[in-house]
Antibody, heavy 122, light 110 residues
Framework: QVQLQESGPGLVKPSQTLSLTCAVS??????????WSWIRQPPGKGLEWIGY???????FYNPSLRSRVTISVDTSKNQFSLKLSSVTAADTAVYYC??????????????WGQGTLVIVSS | SYVLTQPPSVSVAPGQTARITCGGN??????VHWYQQKPGQAPVLVVY???DRPSGIPERFSGSNSGNTATLTIIRVEAGDEADYYC?????????????FGGGTKLTVL
């Protein structure tokens, strides 16, 4: 059974870069048919899609974050990563990684990592 | 971009039936997926492709989708079902194509 686990600093200073990694276990990140995604949830608010990556390295980003986001994949370590630059307090959120199953012009997220809270504050 | 609309809250007594709606333009033409999120936990997929359940999800959870409204139905509601529920579709016409979430509905078990 595939499991995902986020890791990274829980506190980032304004204007700096947020960096998180998602380790995948119980399955290979090279599996076709799946994209590997980042989603975030500000405290008390709903879910926001950040972006996703295919094992080949193809990336797709939320246009509202595109200028600041980089998602990369390391197949040798079976993990993928998120970098979000020039952060502000508005980027404070729980960040989740999840596997996106894409098929026939649809897709859903399963499973999800447990999430990691990142606070942007000086 | 495609917009999904959910009621902010739904309340139901234990043992009764909860219905959580998700509105969208011609949503019946899309596949709708539902997630349950309990406080302090990650979302969990409870219904996919309108009405299918992942393994381990109780049969009390079901879904339907037609016209401009998709519905998640929970029968014989239990205290443990109290959570936020999110609907989700795939926006094929987005740039890039991407997942779209509803705003979420808080289910309160009275």
């Amino acid at each position: 059974q595939v499991q995902l686990q986020e890791s990274g600093p829980g506190l980032v200073k304004p204007s700096q870069t947020l960096s998180l990694t998602c380790a995948v276990s119980g399955g290979s990140i090279n599996s076709g048919g799946y994209y590997w995604s980042w989603i975030r949830q500000p405290p008390g608010k709903g879910l926001e899609w950040i972006g996703y990556i295919y094992y080949s390295g193809s990336t797709f980003y939320n246009p509202s974050l595109r200028s600041r986001v980089t998602i990369s994949v390391d197949t040798s370590k079976n993990q993928f990563s998120l970098k979000l630059s020039s952060v502000t307090a508005a980027d404070t959120a729980v960040y989740y990684c999840a596997r996106l199953y894409y098929y026939d012009s649809s897709g859903y997220l399963d499973p999800w990592g447990q999430g990691t809270l990142v606070i942007v504050s000086s | 971009s495609y917009v999904l609309t959910q009621p902010p809250s739904v309340s139901v007594a234990p043992g009764q039936t909860a219905r959580i709606t998700c509105g969208g333009n011609n949503i019946g033409s899309k596949s709708v997926h539902w997630y349950q999120q309990k406080p302090g936990q990650a979302p969990v997929l409870v219904v996919y492709d309108d009405s299918d359940r992942p393994s381990g999800i109780p049969e009390r959870f079901s879904g339907s989708n037609s016209g401009n409204t998709a519905t998640l139905t929970i029968i014989r509601v239990e205290a443990g079902d109290e959570a936020d529920y999110y609907c989700q579709v795939w926006d094929s016409f987005g740039d890039p194509p991407h997942v779209v979430f509803g705003g979420g509905t808080k289910l309160t078990v009275l």
